[in-house]
């Protein structure tokens, strides 16, 4: 402690010098900690809004209070792509190899939940849509049971849906439809050229394309336009 006549230091029955001047240092006490903890690491990827039918941001209101008290490691996992922003992934594939690491995602966005099942990890979608949109939708044709209508959101049906999300049947589903999607997702090998070559003209790049698109202005994109597109 540098300077250990501050009130910061009382309280204790013994201070043990870590390092300082005349002595050899020692080991930090987080050198004791667990090489592994069971606590599960979380991605969150939500957006805003609030209109008519867009509930964004009272569901914002509800998830991250909620998220707040559970006991995680809180990961942002935002779906938009940046160039200049750290805190963002820059291409799709920085991005698949975020969600790939995650536990679970909670998210009401459609590419958080299309990508996380890409990757084989459990997604608690919210559509914050009234009525349902395209997060219903994608998880309409994942098959993906986990999802919840931003008007009725509750702590009660996240509560449950987190539990079966960190399952080992919550992982296993993710899985099966990581494979699910695999199959349904490519395009037939008559068609690849055509469609890689469409891909390339409208500047969008899938992921493992190994590049991005070209360099917009703001840095971060719109979420019309940034989006990461989902292999048709």
């Known amino acids: ?33 667990p090489t592994m903890s069971a606590t599960p690491a ?24 909620w998220l707040a008290g559970k006991d995680c490691a ?20 920085q991005y698949l190899s975020l969600v790939g ?3 679970a995602l909670v998210t009401d966005r459609l590419h958080g939940l299309v990508l996380a099942l890409r990757a084989g990890v459990p997604v608690l979608a919210v559509d914050p849509v009234r009525g349902g949109a395209k997060v219903s939708a994608q998880a309409e044709v994942a098959r993906w049971p986990a999802l919840l ?9 996240l509560d ?22 695999s199959r349904t997702s490519r395009p ?8 890689a070559a469409r891909r390339r003209t409208a500047g969008c790049l899938a ?4 590049g991005t698109r070209p360099r917009r202005t703001p840095a971060v994109r719109s979420p019309a336009a940034t989006r990461i597109q989902e292999e048709r």
């Open 188 to 195: 037939s090998a008559a068609a690849a050229p055509e469609y």
């Open 160 to 181: 449950h849906w987190w539990d079966w999300c960190l399952s080992p049947v919550g992982a296993a589903t993710a899985r099966r439809r990581r494979a699910r999607l």
């Open 149 to 157: 209508p931003g008007e009725d959101l509750t702590t009660e049906l």
């Open 74 to 93: 809180r990961v942002e996992a935002d779906t938009r792509l940046a160039y200049d922003e750290w805190s963002h992934c820059r291409t799709p594939d």
């Open 207 to 210: 992921p493992g394309d190994g």
């Open 1 to 33: 402690m540098v300077e250990p006549d501050r009130p910061a230091a009382g309280g204790f029955h013994r201070i043990e010098a870590r390092d300082g001047p005349g002595s050899a240092p020692s080991p930090d006490l987080a050198t004791a900690a």
């Open 42 to 65: 979380v991605g969150v990827a939500l957006t805003y809004g609030q209109g008519e039918r867009r509930h964004h941001d009272s569901v914002a209101g509800v998830l991250l209070p």
């Open 101 to 103: 690491r995650l536990d």
